[in-house]
């Protein structure tokens, strides 16, 4: 008996995001979703390679194990292609993405799994996840120690701890399944998977492809749309393969040669010759905060110093004011992050910055560097760039986070919740919480660590 498989993708921005960092890439022989990371000039890049390789890997139409050795191969090439543009231009340092796919020969499924983006069978009415998250939280659930409700709303929900970055020791999952007519698959991102529960999407699955595919998105806007949508689902049926290849998200807006191409992938990244010379202590700074290169507000101060007792006189003191609310940096909130609208620092014991969103971040968790460069306060063009600064160290932290664990006891329980912000996606802690949630423990890093 032959099987084949009736398809149906989708990938979007979301409700909140800017651009799509999520990529896929959907054939009657594979199902794969890509999701970037590492900053808006970064993680589409990253998401789009990994989907060019795999690509290649479906091309070669392998069947049995055979397809698991080309997916591997796949994500073995784009990880190295990744390391080799952060070696190039080190202010791509983060960029990553998972990917999470499914490749099938007519009688076998091939699961590559690296990440938090997942796959699902669901079969005469149960959903079954395929594929298992690396994440932080996950770590919680198999322990016991939370729900998976609870991982929704954890403070530390993004830390991932294993994806396509460069790193030799990310390798994927890779393990073969069984299948029968009347399965259906599904792969997403976590623009689902990480806003609703599995009863949820269990409960919304089932009918025609296209109905539960509206009806998974609608969920998906339901809770926010606060990260990038990207939804595959595909029904095993008795049959002769039907459809054409398709790539949907960022990897569609790029030209697959390209991202094949080391040399042009390295001139894309590349600065302009006619660039200054990028701090070398502080290249992540520098690229999300690219107005204001080398701790750019020496001039500013200079100017407040001379111009700011005329500009308070008549008209101009107002002119000046509302110049101040234009400009956005992040900076300290007591223990944790903040971004703030203004400049950073009282000027004549006039208050010119507030408080406009909090982030559970903590200060502590960052490498030395990133403490420093917080308290000095990071200035930005604008709140999207604020916000872009505030992504970047959140992975920071997590990955700080990450790399502590591994060289001290398993984390003790402090309480907090956590609310979500409609505007940004991101979570912040509950003053009102009641219920205990694990959260990494901070401790000094072994003599001889560079990055934490």
Request: proline share 7%.
């Amino acid at each position: 008996m032959t099987l084949a498989l009736r398809y149906l993708a989708h990938s979007e921005v979301g409700l909140v995001r800017k651009n799509n960092q999520d990529s896929a890439y959907v054939s009657p022989t594979m199902l794969i979703v890509a999701d970037g990371m590492g900053g808006a000039a970064a993680g589409d890049l990253a998401s789009a390679i990994a989907v060019a390789q795999l690509v290649k890997a479906d091309e070669a139409k392998s069947t049995g194990e055979a397809m698991l050795t080309e997916m591997n191969a796949a994500i073995t090439r784009a990880s190295d292609l990744i390391n080799d543009l952060v070696h190039t231009e080190p202010s791509l340092d983060g960029m990553g993405s998972t990917v999470c796919g499914l490749a099938f020969d007519g009688e076998h499924l091939a699961l590559a799994n690296v990440g938090d983006s997942r796959a699902y069978r669901y079969r005469d009415g149960t959903l079954t996840r395929l594929s298992k998250d690396h994440s932080w939280v996950q770590s919680l659930i198999d322990e016991g120690r939370i729900t998976e409700a609870e991982a929704l709303e954890h403070p530390h929900r993004s830390l991932i701890l294993k994806v396509i970055n460069g790193q030799p020791q990310h390798t994927p999952d890779l393990e073969m399944l069984d299948v029968q007519v009347g399965d259906r698959l599904l792969v997403c991102s976590d623009g689902l998977c990480g806003m609703v529960t599995d009863q949820v999407i269990s409960a919304r699955i089932d009918g025609e492809r296209a109905d539960a595919m509206d009806a998974l998105i609608r969920v998906a806007h339901l809770e926010g749309g606060q990260d990038n949508i990207t939804i595959i689902i595909a029904d095993v049926v008795e049959g002769e393969p039907e459809g054409e290849p398709q790539i949907l998200g960022s990897a569609a807006q790029l030209d697959a040669e390209d991202l094949d191409n080391e040399a042009t992938l390295i001139e894309r990244v590349a600065p302009p010759k006619s660039a200054a010379k990028p701090n070398p202590n502080a290249p992540e700074v520098e690229r999300y905060a690219p107005t204001n290169k080398g701790r750019g507000l020496a001039w500013l101060k200079m100017a407040l110093a001379v111009l700011l007792p005329l500009l308070l006189i008549g008209a101009g003191g107002g002119l000046w004011y509302s110049y101040t609310q234009e400009q956005y940096f992040v900076g300290p909130n007591n223990e944790t992050i903040g971004i703030y609208r203004g400049i950073p620092e009282p000027v004549f014991k006039l208050p010119l910055s507030q408080l406009v969103q909090a982030d559970s971040t903590r200060i502590m968790d960052l490498p030395p560097y990133y403490q420093e460069q917080v308290r000095q306060t990071l200035p930005a063009s604008s709140l999207d760039a604020a916000r872009t600064t505030l992504v970047m160290l959140q992975t920071k932290a997590a990955e700080c986070i990450q790399q502590r664990q591994q060289w001290h006891n398993p984390p003790t329980t402090s309480p907090s919740t956590a609310t979500a912000n409609p505007s940004t996606g991101t979570k912040t802690p509950s003053p009102a919480a009641s219920s205990a949630v694990p959260v990494p423990t901070p401790s000094e890093m072994p003599t001889g660590s560079t990055e934490c």
